[in-house]
């Protein structure tokens, strides 16, 4: 049996599981019934933040099981918590707030959230895209429009936050190495040039009916080794690119935890108080 050397990250959920938008399929709606206070969830928090930083993590990621931007009390009450980890040093060089960038493109919310929430610590906002053209991510979305991604880019980094993206390879979607492909190119024009992609799936980490065909995953992998430099490998599999100059990272949904192994890709926080050593809880408990 493995003793745990690192444990490379934190994702937390955070708000009341409120979405404005309604996709085809929900990757949060399991999570939803736990989105209610709990006394524990705080405390669990802030250990979760310690024991990571203390073991070599580098990022805290704040999500939801509906839409973060949508409860913002929570996401500052999050960032408090973070804030008081870092004054004490346990200290991420990244903290992303993973949205699906629907509120991000009305200037007015950005300026009144986004300057809070950088003073708490937040470095990046990862935005989760379905497709680079708006009519495709408003239809992935169950809208009738999305904001144009330059809009949200600009209004992020007025505030002086990082902007990256999260390419959602979804079937029918972004899938095979030509979509991909296109996909880098139109996204690294609009000005986003830190991408990482992962298929879509189950929140056991099976496969659905939106996950693209594993020939087209193979594509995708195969266009990366062929067309970007390789920076490092993720010991969980996949890794991170260089493409002319742009940060391309390729993992999976979620990695299983494997109590023989010395590392842990993240710690979940779930709203229920419980820490797992995975988004999978069973066999993975860390902290109640
Ligand atoms: S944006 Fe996320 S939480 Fe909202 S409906 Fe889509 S998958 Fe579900």
Redesign the pocket.
């Known amino acids: 049996m493995a003793c745990i050397e690192k444990i490379y990250s934190v994702s937390a959920l955070v708000g009341d599981g409120r979405?404005?938008?309604?996709?085809g399929?929900?990757?949060?709606?399991y999570l939803r019934p736990q989105a209610k206070p709990n006394p524990n969830y705080e405390k669990n928090l802030e250990a979760a933040i310690k024991l990571s930083a203390r073991y070599g993590g580098w990022s805290l990621s704040l999500t939801?099981?509906?839409?973060p931007t949508c409860d913002p009390a929570s996401l500052t009450r999050a960032l408090d918590i973070y804030k008081k980890c870092a004054d004490q040093g346990a200290y991420f060089p990244n903290v992303n707030l993973f949205t699906?960038g629907i509120l991000l493109g009305d200037e007015e919310f950005c300026k009144q959230y986004l300057p809070g929430w950088k003073e708490r610590g937040l470095t990046n906002v990862a935005l989760?895209i379905h497709h680079p053209d708006e009519k495709m991510q408003a239809e992935a979305?169950?809208l009738q429009s999305y904001p144009q991604f330059e809009k949200i880019v600009a209004n992020v980094r007025e505030q002086e936050l990082g902007v990256r993206a999260t390419l959602l390879l979804r079937k029918d979607g972004i899938d095979d190495s030509s979509s991909y492909g296109s996909a880098i190119e139109d996204l690294v024009e609009k000005g986003i040039d830190n991408i990482t992609s992962w298929p879509i799936g189950n929140p056991d980490g099976t496969r659905n009916e939106f996950t693209p065909s594993r020939l087209g995953l193979f594509g995708i992998r195969r266009w990366l080794h062929k067309n970007a430099k390789l920076c490092h490998g993720h010991e969980w599999g996949g890794g991170v690119y260089d493409y002319k100059g742009n940060i391309l990272r390729i993992t999976d949904y979620v990695t299983k935890h494997d109590p023989k192994k010395d590392f842990v890709r993240q710690l979940v926080v779930f709203q229920d108080g419980t820490v797992a050593y995975s988004w999978i809880k069973e066999g993975a408990l860390c902290m109640k």
Not at 19 to 23: E, G, P, Q, R, V
């Open positions: 979405c404005n938008a309604n996709c399929f929900c990757a949060g709606k939801s099981s509906g839409e699906n989760s979305y169950g």
